[in-house]
């Protein structure tokens, strides 16, 4: 008779685990589409990054800054030469590669002087970033605290069978 109470405390813990699984996917989905709209607050030009244009590409250093997207290269040289838009082209990871065959002054060893502007989160995308990475850690920790739970469990039901199995008068 008592099996049924045993279990009962089971389905509790059951339902708690599946509203906190939900509640993290609902709070990852909000936090998304936060971050997807904090993600242009600031436009940044840089001048003169030194680099290279050739077919294996070049990675603009600005796209490690939080949020970089949208970058667009306004002006390359060399020494004494600007280098036409249409003999390269930059990627949304910011990669620049040579769009044409290397001519006359275009060698793969040369090195160029890169002009562009980008866009890069604000402050609001660098805390949702930081805050989405600290949740990450959740999951990991989540096998454990269900292992914890189904511990308590088992001795939940260990100690209530076992008072049941006593002899009363021994």
Request: glycine share 12%; net charge neutral; hydrophobic share 45%.
């Amino acid at each position: 008779m008592k099996k049924k109470a045993q279990l009962g405390n089971l389905q509790g813990i059951i339902v708690v685990v599946i509203l906190v699984g939900i509640l993290l996917g609902a709070g990852f989905f909000i936090l998304d589409e936060f971050l997807s709209q904090t993600n242009t607050a600031n436009s940044v030009t840089v001048s003169n990054e030194t680099g290279y244009v050739n077919s294996t590409g070049y990675l603009l250093l600005g796209n490690t800054a939080p949020g970089f997207n949208s970058p667009v290269i306004t002006l390359v040289r060399n020494e004494s030469n600007i280098i036409a838009s249409g003999n390269y082209t930059v990627s949304a990871a910011g990669i620049v590669t040579n769009a044409t065959e290397i001519v006359g002054f275009m060698t793969p060893e040369a090195q160029y002087n890169i002009t562009y502007t980008y866009s890069r989160g604000g402050n609001g995308y660098i805390a949702i970033n930081k805050t989405i990475q600290a949740i990450l850690t959740i999951p990991e920790l989540l096998g454990l605290i269900v292992l914890i739970a189904m511990i308590g469990i088992i001795l939940a039901v260990i100690f209530n069978v076992i008072p049941g199995t006593r002899v009363s008068g021994a």
